[in-house]
């Protein structure tokens, strides 16, 4: 039993139990979707090295489904071309690691999941390196996380520290973060 009680409440019968009970500390994303839902907007995810656990950790709290519109893993880089609309040239020239790519990924993720002929309210978008071993000399941990807006873009770089799982886990925890930041 907890040791915090509210005040008896005169509707509730006598041997109703009355306790105030704290779920704990919330999670950046249910603090991310009960704002987007707070909002009425919708949210799309483009994600490269994440893999899926930037969508995942949306999908993972109750009521997401009002406000996530769907999410994208575009892990070949030809994918974030054909289908998050990111320049090919820019891709040619600086690969699909660069914070031009995420910024393009996230408007792109946008337009890929909107409804209607409108984009979704908000994209988030993560390319990087995980590791072990960096395809194209950048340090492993580079990491460019962006979202997109119907006001603006905002992409963060980042070199990230640890093995492969911590990295990719740091990315979708500082993706959640900056979309709830630009809320």
């Given at each position: 039993?907890?040791?915090?009680?509210?005040?008896?409440?005169?509707?509730?019968?006598?041997?109703?139990?009355?306790?105030?009970?704290?779920?704990?500390?919330?999670?950046?994303?249910?603090l991310l979707v009960e704002r987007l839902r707070?909002?009425?907007?919708?949210?799309?995810?483009?994600?490269?090295?994440t893999g899926g656990l930037v969508i995942s950790s949306l999908v993972a709290v109750p009521g997401a489904s009002a406000v996530v519109r769907g999410g994208i893993v575009a892990y070949?880089?030809?994918?974030?071309?054909?289908?998050l609309g990111v320049d090919a040239l820019l891709l040619?020239?600086?690969?699909?690691?660069?914070?031009?790519?995420?910024?393009?990924?996230?408007?792109?993720?946008?337009?890929?999941?909107?409804?209607?002929?409108?984009?979704?309210?908000i994209g988030i978008a993560t390319t990087g390196i995980a590791g072990p071993d960096s395809p194209d000399g950048q340090p492993v941990g580079t990491v460019h996380v962006a979202v997109s807006t119907s006001?603006?873009?905002r992409v963060e770089?980042?070199?990230?520290?640890?093995?492969?799982?911590q990295i990719r886990n740091a990315?979708?925890?500082?993706?959640v973060s900056l979309a709830l930041d630009a809320l």
């Open positions: 039993m907890s040791p915090f009680r509210s005040a008896p409440d005169p509707d509730l019968p006598d041997d109703a139990e009355q306790t105030l009970v704290s779920g704990g500390r919330r999670s950046q994303a249910e707070e909002l009425g907007w919708t949210v799309g995810v483009a994600e490269s090295l070949a880089t030809d994918l974030k071309q054909s289908l040619e020239a600086h690969g699909p690691v660069h914070e031009r790519v995420a910024r393009q990924m996230a408007r792109g993720v946008r337009n890929a999941v909107g409804a209607a002929g409108l984009p979704a309210d006001l603006g873009s770089s980042l070199v990230l520290q640890g093995d492969r799982e990315a979708a925890v500082h993706a």
